[in-house]
C-alpha cells in the first residue's frame, strides 16, 4: 500500500467527544420459558441490537446463552473465545473436548479453555447455562493461541457445602453469603473464575437482604432456585440518604431465568420468604480485576 491508498484521520472536538454516547446497557429478563420446550438448540441471550454491537452478545464482553439439549441428542459449541463456562440447570450427560470427557449433572458447574470444538451428550433433557467472552475476542479482532488455564470441575455437593462453610465461619451475611470460584492459574492473580470471567455461587437465605453494591462489570445473574414469590433484586443508580437505592427496578427472581445487571448500577437482594434462594452471577471482572478498574464498592 503506497501513501496515496491511506485513509486520513480524522479528528474530534476533545471536550464533546472524550465521553461519547454509548448505548446504555439494560436490565433485561430472559425467562425460563425459552427453553421449556423444543427441539435441541442454543439460544442465544442477545442484546446485541440494544448495545449497537454488530455480533450476538449480552453485554460488550460476553455471550450467555442456555442451551437445550434433548434426551440422547447433542449439539457442539465451538466460538471464538478463551473462556467457556457450563452450569447444569437441569438433567445429566458428557461433554467432549480434545479426547476428554466430562461427566455432568444438575448443579455441576465446568470451565473450559477456548478454540475447541466442546460436543455436549445428554442422557435425559438437559438444560446448560452458557457464558464465553466470544464478544471480546470479536470487539479485538482476535483468535486465542494458548491455553490460559486447565479445564475445571466443580460439582453440585462441593459448591453447596463451601457456601454452608462459609455460613458457620461467618455471622455477618449482610452483603453476600457466597463462594467465588476459581482455577489454578488465577490462585495467585485475579481469583476469579478464568482471566476474563468471574464467578459467584451466592445464597440468599430466608428473611434476609443482602445490602446494596456496585461494581464495573456487568453481572449475568442466573436464578438457580427461588421461592414463587417474595425474592427480587432492586437495581438503580443512585443511593438516597439512607444508602437505599432510589427509583429501583425490581427484577422477581424466577427458577432457571438470567438477569443483567448494568455496569456500574447498586444492586440490593431481597428475600421476604421462609425458603433459602441462590443465585449465579457471572461476569467480566477477571477482565477489569486485571486492569484494576472492578471498583467493587459495599454498603455495610
Not at 127 to 139: M, Q
Not at 242 to 254: A, G, L, T
Given at each position: 500500500m503506497d501513501q496515496s491508498q491511506l485513509q486520513l484521520g480524522t479528528f474530534f472536538n476533545y471536550t464533546d467527544?472524550?465521553?461519547?454516547?454509548?448505548?446504555?446497557?439494560?436490565?433485561?429478563?430472559?425467562?425460563?420459558?425459552?427453553?421449556k420446550s423444543g427441539p435441541t438448540k442454543i439460544i442465544n441471550l442477545d442484546l446485541s441490537s440494544k448495545l449497537n454491537i454488530p455480533y450476538p452478545c449480552t453485554s460488550p464482553n460476553l455471550l450467555a446463552s442456555f442451551i437445550h439439549i434433548l434426551e440422547k441428542e447433542k449439539i457442539s459449541t465451538n466460538e471464538n473465545a478463551t473462556s467457556y463456562c457450563f452450569y447444569i440447570i437441569k438433567g445429566s450427560g458428557s461433554s467432549v473436548c480434545n479426547d476428554n470427557t466430562i461427566k455432568w449433572s444438575k448443579g455441576d458447574l465446568f470451565t473450559i479453555p477456548g478454540y475447541c470444538e466442546i460436543?455436549?451428550?445428554?442422557?435425559?433433557?438437559?438444560?446448560?447455562?452458557?457464558?464465553?467472552?466470544?464478544?471480546?475476542?470479536?470487539?479485538?479482532?482476535?483468535?486465542p493461541i494458548?491455553?490460559?488455564?486447565?479445564?475445571?470441575?466443580?460439582?453440585?455437593?462441593?459448591?453447596?457445602?463451601?457456601?454452608?462453610?462459609?455460613?458457620?465461619?461467618?455471622?455477618?451475611?449482610?452483603?453476600?453469603?457466597?463462594?467465588?470460584?476459581?482455577?489454578?492459574?488465577?490462585?495467585?492473580?485475579?481469583?476469579?473464575l478464568t482471566h476474563t470471567l468471574w464467578s459467584l455461587l451466592n445464597k440468599l437465605p430466608p428473611k434476609t437482604v443482602q445490602k446494596p453494591h456496585r461494581h464495573n462489570s456487568v453481572a449475568l445473574d442466573l436464578a438457580i432456585s427461588?421461592?414463587?414469590?417474595?425474592?427480587?433484586t432492586l437495581i438503580g443508580q443512585e443511593l438516597d440518604d439512607?444508602?437505599?437505592?432510589?427509583?429501583?427496578?425490581?427484577?422477581?427472581?424466577?427458577t432457571g431465568s438470567v438477569f443483567t445487571t448494568p455496569p456500574g448500577w447498586w444492586h440490593s437482594h431481597h428475600n421476604e420468604t421462609d425458603t433459602a434462594a441462590?443465585?449465579?452471577?457471572?461476569?467480566?471482572?477477571?477482565?477489569?480485576?486485571?486492569?484494576?478498574?472492578?471498583?467493587i464498592q459495599f454498603i455495610s
Open positions: 467527544a472524550a465521553n461519547p454516547y454509548m448505548p446504555p446497557i439494560p436490565v433485561e429478563v430472559y425467562n425460563s420459558d425459552l427453553y460436543v455436549h451428550n445428554a442422557d435425559v433433557e438437559s438444560v446448560i447455562y452458557y457464558i464465553n467472552d466470544s464478544p471480546l475476542l470479536k470487539y479485538l479482532g482476535v483468535a494458548v491455553y490460559r488455564f486447565d479445564a475445571t470441575f466443580f460439582d453440585a455437593k462441593t459448591l453447596i457445602d463451601a457456601v454452608e462453610d462459609i455460613a458457620l465461619q461467618n455471622n455477618n451475611h449482610s452483603n453476600r453469603l457466597g463462594v467465588l470460584l476459581g482455577t489454578s492459574s488465577t490462585i495467585k492473580t485475579t481469583k476469579t427461588s421461592p414463587e414469590n417474595g425474592c427480587y439512607n444508602n437505599k437505592i432510589k427509583n429501583p427496578i425490581r427484577v422477581d427472581w424466577k441462590w443465585v449465579l452471577p457471572i461476569q467480566d471482572a477477571g477482565l477489569h480485576t486485571h486492569m484494576r478498574t472492578l471498583d
